[in-house]
């Protein structure tokens, strides 16, 4: 028998950005240029998701250069987290290590150009037009956290859960509410909101309790949010790293009691962001300028990963389980480690 979705509690208007259209042309000609998606099934895939509406409906007042910017850190996030997730890549720490190296070089400014002729993983090629068109005209402060956010992931998702899965290790609540919002790349998500709304917090900001609280409590929201939705697919898949999977494991909940229980704590955390969002504005009036565009991001990303995630056949399990296994709508291309892997094999062997 099917559980029922539970409502989830979402006081925030629906919206999306008239750019959409746009940005859907500059995605597909985007991810055929860098090679992140080539292959039909992967092309077909991609297409179904609806990337170009996502990012719409999250950053509703980007302009057409900034939304197109946002949707393909989107794209990018999203198809390398499919590597680790879906495909064998995510079991295995060791084979994608080098890859995230190069991607680590990238960030940190010391990664060598691509000589003439030479192959890059389509994740790295992607990740240096990015960081190109992001970074050069941010503020210091912003760069390094930013920076920061982008590997934690990167290195959370590529060790802690890589290593979970290997190890058949089962982590906790509270370990996992911790981590889910690196491996969510969601901190990255919220960074870029500066840059769509054209506004630099002070760094002191970052530290302020009450802003740390709206952050969190909106990154949890949008988290669990997902895992909700996606908890069928990621079923059929085998993935344990979803809390309504973890409620049911060590609680002892049936299926529909444990999505119940995670709908009733997203409820909690909206709260949460709506007290600390009012104390930060009555505490900050001379901030507003910067604080409530920010918050506002936060809003729109609530509403609208919720939005998104109740119409993409993304989350459907039946569009999973029509491949015979990921690795039918998954491209190598992407992190490039089979091809790395052997010319590392054939190094150490001469």
Request: contains cysteine; charged residues 25%; negative net charge.
């Amino acid at each position: 028998m099917e559980s029922e979705l539970p409502d989830i509690y979402c006081p925030f208007p629906q919206r999306s950005n008239p750019h959409v259209e746009h940005t859907r042309a500059h995605l597909d000609t985007w991810t055929r240029a860098t090679g992140l998606v080539h292959r039909e099934s992967a092309r077909e895939r991609f297409e179904q998701a609806d990337f170009g509406a996502f990012v719409g409906m999250v950053y509703p007042t980007a302009n057409a250069e900034h939304l197109d910017l946002v949707a393909d850190w989107f794209v990018w996030l999203f198809l390398v987290d499919d590597q680790l997730d879906d495909g064998h890549l995510g079991r295995d720490p060791e084979r994608v290590r080098h890859v995230v190296e190069r991607m680590r070089a990238v960030v940190e400014g010391t990664a060598p150009g691509l000589l003439p002729g030479e192959e890059a993983p389509a994740a790295v090629v992607a990740l240096i037009d990015l960081w190109d068109r992001t970074v050069p005209k941010a503020a210091p402060h912003w760069r390094s956290r930013f920076s920061w956010h982008l590997m934690a992931y990167l290195t959370t998702a590529t060790t802690w859960e890589a290593g979970n899965r290997a190890g058949n290790v089962v982590p906790s609540e509270a370990t996992y509410i911790t981590r889910r919002r690196h491996t969510g790349a969601i901190h990255v998500c919220m960074d870029l909101i500066e840059i769509v709304a054209g506004i630099g917090a002070p760094e002191w900001v970052h530290n302020e309790p009450r802003f740390i609280t709206a952050l969190e409590a909106s990154c949890n929201v949008v988290c669990w949010a997902n895992d909700v939705y996606s908890y069928e697919k990621e079923q059929v898949l085998g993935e344990i790293h979803n809390l309504v999977h973890l409620v049911r494991h060590h609680r002892g909940y049936g299926k529909q009691q444990a999505l119940e229980h995670v709908c009733a704590e997203i409820a909690t955390e909206t709260e949460r962001f709506l007290t600390a969002e009012e104390e930060l504005l009555e505490l900050y009036p001379q901030l507003a300028g910067v604080l409530v565009p920010y918050l506002d991001g936060m809003r729109s990303w609530m509403r609208g990963n919720l939005d998104w995630s109740r119409q993409t056949p993304r989350y459907n399990p039946d569009a999973v389980s029509q491949y015979e296994e990921p690795a039918a709508y998954l491209e190598e291309a992407v992190l490039g480690v089979r091809a790395e892997h052997a010319r590392q094999t054939a190094g150490e062997s001469r």
